[in-house]
Each structure stands twice: as structure tokens, then as C-alpha cells.
């Protein structure tokens, strides 16, 4: 699903987000119209950019046939690998100890609010550009895979 920002979306979603949450007795919504996400994330994507020089990270990503962007979201009631691996990340660069499940619930909401509180972020408990970009990833070394700490884009 591709969202694209016009003067009216913010509000059409934030309608269509209501009526499904009143419909189903839940939701989960893009965090921001505005933002114009590719999609849920429900993959991961290893990037080198902005990370220390023979090193790689991965985060989750939008995967739609042979094209992965980390420019995705996840909120409380999404699922999948994207979840996955957001839940390992908390787990071994934060210090939780969550089931990486696949199943975005209060507990990770509140371990991810918390983590994007800690980088001084939106602790909103939403998964988007922001905590892409500054929560830290898993670090890799390019060479043999070997895992070396934590690390953000930024």
C-alpha cells in the first residue's frame, strides 16, 4: 500500500483509521499520512550509510517484490518479521527481554517508548522515520558477519 500526502490525507486517514477502530475494536495506523510510508514494515534491510566504515546495520524495512525501503512503519497491533526484528533489536541493544514473537503488543510499545525516549526522540511507541533513523541497530562487520554492538544511522 502506498499512502500519498495531499492537503486532505492526514484527515481521510485519520477517518478511515477511526471508523476501522470502531468497526474492529482495534488499530493500527501509519503514524503519519505526511510522512507518505511504502508500507507496514514486514522484512529487514541491511544499510551501510552513516554507520562506522566496514560496518553494516539492519533494520526493518517495506518489502514489495525485489525492493526493499526502510522508510516504513509499525504500530501496537502490527506483525510479522518487520516486528521480529524490531523486538530483537530492543532486546540486544536496549536490554529488554522481549518474545520476538512477531507480535507488536503493550510490551513492545512500552520497551520501544522507552528506547525512543533514551535517543531523545518521539516516544510515541510508533515505528517510523524517526526511530529509524536514530534508534540504534545491531552492527555487523562486513567482512564476516560478526556481531560488534549497536549503531544508528545517525
Known amino acids: 500500500m502506498i499512502i ?7 484527515r481521510i486517514v485519520a477517518i478511515g483509521a477511526l471508523t476501522a477502530g470502531l468497526l474492529s475494536g ?3 495506523v501509519a503514524p503519519s499520512a505526511a510522512a507518505a510510508y511504502a508500507g507496514q514494515c514486514n522484512s529487514n534491510q541491511v544499510t551501510s550509510a552513516g554507520v562506522t566504515p566496514g560496518y553494516s546495520i539492519t ?7 525485489t ?3 526502510a522508510n516504513c512503519w509499525m504500530d501496537y497491533g502490527s506483525t510479522g518479521s518487520g516486528v521480529t526484528w524490531l523486538q530483537f533489536t530492543l532486546n540486544s ?3 529488554f527481554n ?12 512500552d520497551a520501544l517508548t522507552t528506547a525512543q525516549a533514551r535517543e531523545n526522540i518521539s516516544a510515541d511507541g510508533q515505528y517510523g522515520t524517526q526511530s529509524s533513523q536514530y534508534l540504534k541497530f545491531p552492527r555487523y562487520r562486513n567482512i ?3 556481531r560488534s554492538g549497536c549503531e544508528s544511522i545517525n
Open 4 to 10: 500519498r500526502s495531499t492537503p486532505q490525507a492526514p
Open 26 to 28: 482495534a488499530m493500527a
Open 59 to 65: 533494520r526493518p524495512a517495506y518489502q514489495s517484490g
Open 67 to 69: 525492493s526493499r525501503t
Open 93 to 95: 541493544c536496549y536490554g
Open 98 to 109: 522481549l518474545a520476538t514473537d512477531g507480535d507488536f503488543g503493550p510490551a513492545t510499545r
Open 144 to 146: 564476516n558477519g560478526e
